[in-house]
Structure formats: C-alpha cells, structure tokens
C-alpha cells in the first residue's frame, strides 16, 4: 500500500454544493494558509462516513459541536464496528466506553468506563452541557445516562466481536501493542473486516465551522481485551482530544497511555500555536513519544494524531505506517489520507 494512497470517495449529497467550501487566506499569519472552511477531518477508515454525518451539519452553516457529535455517533451506530456497543469487549467480556467532546468555549466534557449506552459521546455532550463537572466514569456515568433518557441496553456482544473475544480466550494473552498494520501479538491483532479494511476501536474527529469556530470529539471501546477497568486517553481532556478556538484542534488513536504521557493532543495544539502546521505539530508530538523511549523498539505501537488550525489547514501523522484518516471539505471531496510515519 502507497504511503499516500489517496482515494477520492463522492459523498453523493445534493444540492447546495460548496456553499462554504473554499480556500482561507488568513492574513495575519507569515505562512500563506492554504485551508478549507469548512472543513472535518477523522481518523481511520471509518471517518469516511463519519464525516458524512458531520458534513450534513456543517455544509448548511451548522456549528462544529453538532457537527462532531453527529458525525461519530455514526460510527458508534455501526454495530460491526469497532465503537460503540458493537465493539470488542474487555477481557473479562464487557464492552467499555469513553468519549469526548470539546467546543468552540473551551468548555468539555467526558466519559469513562461507560457500559450498556449506546452514544456515549452524547453522553460527554450532556455532562459538558448539564453538569458543573468536566468527567464522570463507570456506574455513576451510566446512572447520569439514563436520567438523561439515554436507554439501558442489554450489553450482549455483537457477533463479530463474541467471536473474536472466543477466540482470544484460547491463549487470553494480554501484551497491548496497538500496532495496526504489523503487529504479530495474536492478543492484539486487529481483526479483518469482510470489507478486507482493519478493525480500529476509535473515532476522533475534528471541525471547522462556517463561522470559523473549532470544536471536537472522539469515542472509542479502547484496546481489544484490555485489563477491566482500564480507561485510555480518549476520554482525557489534552490526552485525547484538546480544542483551543485560538488556534485549531487535534485528536489522538493508538496506544493511550503513550498519549496520556505526553499530554499529546494538547502538545499538538500548543505546537500549533507556535506557528507549526498541522502536520508538522502531529509529527512534533509523535516525536516526543518516540524520544521518551530513549532508542526503544517502538515498532509494535502505533500512535496517530490529526490536527487543524483555524484556516482550515490540516495534517496527521504516526509513528509507525498504516495510520490513516478522512478529510471532507465539499460536498464531493470525503478523501482517506495515509498518514506520513516516523519509524520506517
Ligand atoms: C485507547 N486510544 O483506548 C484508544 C485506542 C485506539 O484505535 O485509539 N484504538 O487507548
């Protein structure tokens, strides 16, 4: 597979084409932007039809935070999918979730350790809108879910992922790798879809409003099999998602712990207030994971952040190759882009 493979895939929506789309020259900064507005971007294969759900809010001038939450509870819906309840489960054979959601205000909102809710990054949305708090976890997360109105579901497995957990407790190894694309661990290897494309157990996502406010989110099961209880960087403010409407946004996939240590996503934002492209900021902080292991082999993880700043500009990259994600700023442009890597 080309390290840029670019495949064009049409949204096939109507009308109002490009309404917002077009190039931003902002003219205050020394670099001629070259962005989109507006504009969502999302990792992984699945982001394709995430972005559809987000393009729908922000071709019609929506606002960024409805457009992120749509645009993931889209892959939350998908049940052989590797979100949400369709996800595969802890290895004790519970599905686990965190989620969420930053705005245009900075203010944010999160999940963790969440069972038997179908949307939990309208769950983080409810916490960020209706509670004094930035973050609730397990029963007490679930127990606001329901007072809210979101229904109680009975939590079997999905097919694909009762499989895979049978399968799994043969040799019930744990060594989390989160390497995508080469990792030998039978524990950890991602599961084939039918489509041949890889299973992935997260969506982050990150937006640009018409009115050129930022704003993001992301959901994910965690790692397959992971320890019971484990919560990852997504649900972290700064870990897994970090917005500053000053600046831009960025969102994380991968192996969470190497993301929580370094504060990535916020890294990323910083790096982009510092002048750094996008891509560049993305690589910045995959090279600080890299360096924290002092020569380490890091050839089995897998970290990948994308970014975008307030002129639409946008990147990601990883540490390793077989990171992708989906960018979409007009009505027929939804691209999947392989991100450029770290380690060869
Ligand atoms: C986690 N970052 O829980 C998530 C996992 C992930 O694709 O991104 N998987 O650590």
Known sequence: ??????????????????????????????????????????TWDAGINANKGAWNVLRNGGRALDAVEQ???????????????GANPDRDGFVTLDASIMDENGNCGSVAFLERIKHPISVARR??????????????????????GFTLEDGKLSDDAKKAYEEWLKKSEYKPSANIENSKSTSFAPL????????????????????????????????AFKVRGRVGDSPIIGAG????????????????????????????????????????????????????????????????????????EYGGYGIVKGFNYAVCYADDHNELIYAKYALP
């Open 71 to 85: 645009g993931v509870m889209v892959t939350e819906n998908e049940q052989s999918c590797c979100v949400g309840l």
């Open 1 to 42: 597979m080309s390290l840029h493979r670019r495949q064009m895939i049409q949204l096939g929506t109507l009308g109002l084409s490009s309404l917002f789309a077009g190039k931003v020259f902002s003219a205050g900064t020394k670099r001629l932007a070259t962005g989109h507005k507006p504009i969502v971007i999302s």
């Open 127 to 148: 916490v960020m809108e209706k509670t004094p708090h930035v973050m609730l976890a397990g029963v007490g997360a679930q127990q606001f879910a329901v007072e809210q």
């Open 192 to 223: 084939r879809l039918p489509n041949g494309g890889f299973n992935h157990d997260t969506i982050g996502m990150v937006a640009l409003d018409a009115h050129g406010n930022v704003s993001g989110s992301c959901t994910t099961s965690g790692m």
């Open 241 to 312: 998602l970090f917005v500053d409407n000053e600046v831009g946004a960025a969102t994380a996939t991968g192996l969470g712990e190497e993301v929580i240590k370094v504060c990535g996503t916020h890294l990323v934002v910083e790096y982009m207030a510092q002048g750094m492209h996008p891509e560049e900021a993305c690589k910045k902080a995959v090279e600080k994971i890299i360096r924290r292991h002092k020569g380490g082999d890091m050839k089995d993880v897998q970290v990948g952040f994308i970014a975008i700043n307030k002129q639409g």
